[in-house]
């Protein structure tokens, strides 16, 4: 590793520092009192109703309750946009003024990287990029290298997995071992099977999904490397730089005045840039993606490093100590990152954040998927909150602006919501009832809703602009703004139901598409960000002279096609175009999960009511069926489904059994088909496809002696195709032939009588309504385009 140039403690840099501090936690202070400023506001016009209630007719409630709710929650959005007004504010500007200054070193120059500090977190954006593209430079010289081992839980991952892996061996690192504990029911496993064996590579397989991601997860802390000193963690579509253990490894550690080296006890972990880039050119909403991840990792987290708030761990890109992870262990929760997080904290424990390990990525490419991945994020996010409120609260080892960052994420998932919900609801009040409540006028109210509105965008803005990113990244801007209002009633739904529930639900997967559209390379420095705001600098031409050939003339020309005064309105008029149509396709896009998982089957609370779903049984007792000499019968069905196809494949019912006396030999016939209502009664069983079969016989004197065991259809099954509204139709039998009658058991808890149906993966179909709003800006993307790609040609 290369030598580690860490700052002295000279007594300028700490006075500068301590100036920072106070200049920051001032303006923080002053954040936080323009935030309650509204409530405040709110509480005094409430009183003033009341006071007056008595002369105020039914209409005159009901116009206030309009009024009153929506700025009530208009004041609390507020208290968010607050806080992305002030990251974005001071990361830009630090940005600009330091990294303006120092922005031709070397890179090498170390920075000390503690939350405490205010400045901090800033100076690793502001203080240390050369504008070269070829990273940060940040390594430490420990006299050593501590072993690291990288963790990889995977499900059904066959197109991105062994990119990772190849990544994961191309590691610019001596002591290192990958550890993949894998689940999957897919062809990941034949891939899998071709990287055993090989140096630095533990393949470990699971033949359940017990504790998900973090059940996983556990396993791989089981048999990690003793030595290993740090554990990192990467997503089946991350596809991790050479350098990246380097880059982490720094974060843990600090120097003094002496340049000795020591390791900051309370850092547990580091967290970096979740980079979705890999296809960001996808389409629109792969683009609003990208610029939605833009803003939180290059604006936001960044900003909680320098003020010293709670940071979180984001389930993937980042480093955590070994011995750390082994004392508190992995949860089981559909949020483990989340979960893990909290832990640390309760404990006194911090996590710091970088963006320079950032790690490419995939962005979700189907809005479907997007819905069901913020459902889960959003369901296990608002448990957590629920479980964790009262230790993080109480605990001594909190610090009080680590609780209150801990109370914005508290309604972290339902901040679009309360926007949505809060502007409906005052320009009912304002418009329809012309009713304000004392001491508001429509011009606060206003005022209230644009401010609320873009927040969020330019957080993006300033994000995409900090990565230097290409001026058709932009534009992701606009779609993460429609994105996040789109996401509204599934996010809200899923976070309340986090928030009730006893227990989480399933985990459902986000599929990959393994799709790359752009070249990816370190992130560049930041100091190019004094040409955005301030142009190039003087003799800056004599280092980049502008090609002869290149004609800008027509750029002007074609603006001037349409007048300015109409620009405007034409791109606000896009906006809410494509916002509407987004919206209202969002409402319609199938919840239910498809039914290609594992559908497990259920019996109700007294084994009478025979379905299957997702879920992994419950009961303590599990229901059984005996089987009789002429055969039993019994279906299940998976009901209200939306239309979907079960692509050609086979079909796999894994069962389990028990009892039985003697030579003990059943038989049990498995078949599946369409109902096209909610029931079954009636249905026509299509699968096994003829003349394939799909049964077997089970008992001592059977083909399977022991229980579960799993009966495939003969040969691959053609397409079946689900109705909107109709059911999958599970039928089993199972008939008697000799010895002792055993019984088949079900609704089980996983491992013991979990039986199962796993028909091939399951196809839904996208609504394109999103589209047709995005139509009326196709020109202007199309016009923009054009012409940059005719200054292009002519360079």
């Not at 919501?417 to 001491?439: C, D, K, M, Q, R």
């Not at 370190?522 to 190019?528: A, F, G, I, T, V």
């Not at 796999?652 to 029931?679: E, I, K, P, Q």
Request: glycine fraction near 10%; proline fraction near 6%; hydrophobic fraction near 45%.
């Amino acid at each position: 590793m290369a030598g580690d140039s860490s700052p002295t403690h000279h007594p300028r840099a700490e006075r500068g520092q301590l100036l920072w501090s106070i200049l920051v936690n001032a303006i923080v202070a002053l954040a936080i009192v323009i935030s309650i400023i509204p409530i405040v506001l709110l509480v005094r016009g409430f009183f003033d109703l009341v006071a007056r209630s008595q002369a105020l007719s039914g209409v005159d409630v009901l116009a206030y309750a309009f009024a009153f709710t929506g700025l009530f929650l208009g004041a609390i959005f507020f208290t968010y946009a607050i806080k992305y007004y002030l990251g974005t504010a001071i990361v830009l500007l630090t940005t600009l003024v330091l990294g303006g200054r120092n922005g031709n070193g070397n890179g090498n120059g170390h920075s000390h990287p503690d939350g405490d500090r205010h400045a901090a977190g800033l100076s690793r954006i502001s203080r240390n990029g050369n504008g070269n593209g070829n990273g940060n430079g940040y390594h430490i010289d420990l006299g050593y290298h501590p072993f690291v081992s990288i963790h990889v839980a995977a499900y059904n991952e066959k197109r991105v997995i062994e990119r990772l892996l190849t990544c994961l061996e191309q590691l610019d690192y001596p002591e290192y071992e990958v550890v993949v504990v894998d689940d999957s029911t897919d062809e990941s496993v034949q891939i899998l099977q071709r990287w055993q064996g090989r140096p630095r590579f533990k393949i470990g397989h699971r033949t359940s999904r017990l504790g998900f991601k973090g059940g996983a997860l556990r396993e791989a802390l089981k048999v990690m490397d003793p030595r290993t000193e740090y554990v990192v963690i990467f997503d089946a579509d991350s596809m991790p730089f050479p350098d990246s253990i380097e880059r982490f490894l720094p974060y843990f550690y600090q120097t003094n005045g002496d340049k000795e080296v020591k390791r900051r006890d309370d850092v547990a972990a580091v967290q970096s840039y979740q980079w979705h880039v890999l296809n960001k050119s996808e389409s629109w909403l792969t683009e609003a993606v990208r610029a939605e991840y833009s803003g939180s990792y290059m604006v936001e987290r960044p900003f909680q490093d320098a003020v010293g708030s709670l940071k979180m761990i984001a389930g993937t890109a980042y480093m955590i100590r070994a011995d750390i992870l082994r004392e508190v262990g992995w949860g089981t929760s559909l949020t483990e990152d989340w979960e893990l997080t909290l832990k640390l904290y309760a404990q006194g424990y911090k996590v710091a954040y970088t963006p320079w390990a950032e790690t490419p990525a995939e962005c979700v490419s189907t809005f479907a998927r997007l819905a069901r991945q913020r459902m889960r994020w959003a369901e296990g996010h608002t448990f957590n909150v629920r479980r964790w409120f009262l230790p993080i609260m109480l605990s001594p080892s909190v610090r009080p602006l680590e609780k209150l960052e801990f109370l914005y994420d508290a309604a972290y998932y339902l901040q679009a919501a309360l926007f949505a919900v809060g502007t409906l609801s005052w320009l009912l009040a304002e418009i329809v009832f012309h009713a304000h409540i004392p001491g508001w006028t429509a011009a606060l109210g206003w005022s209230l809703i644009f401010s609320n509105i873009f927040a969020l965008p330019l957080m993006n803005l300033g994000g995409l602009i900090l990565e230097d990113a290409p001026r058709r990244d932009l534009q992701g801007v606009l779609g993460a703004l429609v994105l996040s209002f789109a996401l509204v009633p599934f996010q809200g739904w899923a976070a309340m139901k986090g928030l009730l529930e006893k227990e989480e639900g399933p985990w459902f997967r986000t599929p990959k598409t393994g799709i790359i559209t752009d070249e990816v390379k370190h992130l560049r420095r930041l100091n190019l960000l004094r040409r955005w705001l301030l142009g190039p600098r003087a003799g800056s031409y004599a280092r980049a002279p502008m090609s002869v050939t290149t004609r800008p003339a027509p750029i002007a020309h074609i603006r001037a096609r349409i007048p300015s005064r109409w620009i405007g309105w034409i791109v606000a008029g896009s906006l809410l175009l494509a916002f509407g149509a987004l919206a209202w396709g969002g409402t319609r896009v199938p919840v239910v999960q498809a039914a290609g998982n594992p559908l497990y089957l259920h019996g109700g609370a007294a084994c009478t009511t025979p379905t299957m779903d997702q879920s992994v049984g419950t009961q303590a007792t599990p229901c059984a069926i005996q089987s009789t000499a002429g055969g039993v019968t019994t279906v299940w069905s998976f009901s209200n489904l939306p239309l979907q196809t079960v692509a050609l494949g086979v079909w796999d019912f894994t069962m389990y059994w028990t009892g039985g006396s003697g030579n003990t030999n059943d038989t049990v016939t498995v078949s599946a088909g369409v109902s096209l209502t909610a029931s079954c009664v009636g249905f026509l069983a299509t699968i096994p496809n003829p003349p394939s079969t799909w049964t077997t016989t089970y008992g001592s004197a059977g083909v399977h002696t022991t229980s579960p065991f799993t009966v495939s259809t003969s040969a691959s099954q053609l397409p079946l195709v689900i109705p909107a509204g109709g059911s999958l139709c599970l039928q089993v039998v199972l008939t008697h032939n000799t010895g002792g009658r055993p019984f088949m058991t079900y609704d089980g808890v996983a491992g013991l009588a979990d039986t199962r149906l796993t028909p091939p993966t399951s196809v839904v179909p996208e609504s394109l309504i999103g589209w047709l709003g995005l139509a009326f800006a196709i020109p202007l993307l199309t016009q923009r385009r054009r012409v940059l790609s005719f200054l292009r040609s002519r360079k």
